[in-house]
């Protein structure tokens, strides 16, 4: 027990280095976005095996004196990296655009199937979610409320909040199917078309 509270210590202590690390410039986007889902996806595995021990991270956190807000906003609160969910990712060029759209319909693609196969541990689409989230904030072309980012901010946010093999029910998973869906018919309707 005290293994797996030494484990979660150490996950919560590590994020907040690396958002501080972030804030400063330290880390590139692109480097502190994968360490920063890596310790995302690590925490909530943990979280998820010490629920019965561990039912407040809060408490957990205050208990130990940690002092690691930005840690705590991060894996508790909004679940995502901060290229996520500020749109901070790297700016792209025009020429790589094309490769971008091909990026985010594949991942729109790939989330729609994963569910009509059945796939809704949290496990499984959290990261599937994230890829999309994460394409979608580097085509510059779409604006920071488009209907597909501001879902799928949502979903995350709501997925984070779940344990790892935790799995969403049948109403959600059509839900998300639907989100999906409409976000992808919106996300072709912003394409600009070959004439303009």
């Not at 501080?20 to 480097?31: C, G, N, Q």
């Not at 920063?36 to 956190?61: G, M, N, W, Y």
């Not at 949502?154 to 999906?180: I, N, P, V, Y």
């Given at each position: ?78 679940g995502v990296p ?113 004439g303009t």
């Amino acid at each position: 027990m005290y293994e797996n509270f030494a484990e979660l210590f150490a996950i919560i202590k590590a994020t907040e280095k690396l958002e501080k690390a972030y804030v400063r410039d330290i880390i590139s986007p692109a480097e502190y976005e994968t360490e920063c889902q890596k310790l995302i996806a690590h925490f909530k595995t943990l979280s998820s095996t010490l629920k019965d021990t561990v039912p407040s991270i809060e408490r957990f956190h205050d208990t130990y004196k940690m002092d690691c807000p930005a840690a705590l906003n991060r894996l508790v609160i909004s679940g995502v990296p901060a290229t996520v969910e500020h749109r901070a990712a790297a700016a792209t060029s025009a020429g790589s655009s094309a490769s971008i759209v091909a990026e985010c319909v594949q991942n729109f693609i790939t989330a729609m199937d994963s569910l009509k196969l059945n796939m809704v541990a949290v496990d499984q689409v959290y990261p599937l979610l994230s890829d999309l989230s994460s394409s979608l904030n580097k085509l510059l072309i779409l604006p920071a409320d488009f209907e597909g980012k501001t879902k799928m901010k949502e979903w995350l946010s709501r997925l984070s909040k779940m344990g790892a093999a935790d799995e969403l029910t049948e109403q959600q998973a059509r839900q998300l199917h639907f989100d999906l869906e409409s976000s992808y018919n919106s996300f072709m309707a912003a394409l600009p078309t070959a004439g303009t």
